[in-house]
C-alpha cells in the first residue's frame, strides 16, 4: 500500500484517520469499528463493503 496514499485515506463515515493492516489487508477506523478491505492493491472506501469489528476484537 502507498504510504501517500495511505496519508490522505480518510474513514468516509467520520472522516477520521485508517490503520493500515498489512496482514489483514484492510484499513481499519478505530471510532467507526469498520474494517475496510483491500481487493488487488485498492482500498474499497465503501461502508457496505466494511467490515463491522466485533466488541471483542482488539483494535490498534
Not at 38 to 51: F, H, K, N, T
Amino acid at each position: 500500500m502507498d504510504a501517500k496514499l495511505l496519508e490522505i485515506l480518510v474513514c468516509p463515515i467520520c472522516k477520521g484517520p485508517l490503520h493500515y493492516k498489512k496482514n489483514e489487508q484492510e484499513l481499519i477506523c478505530k471510532p467507526c469499528r469498520l474494517a475496510y478491505p483491500i481487493q488487488d492493491g485498492i482500498p474499497v472506501m465503501l461502508e457496505d463493503e466494511a467490515r463491522k469489528l466485533p466488541a471483542e476484537e482488539e483494535v490498534e
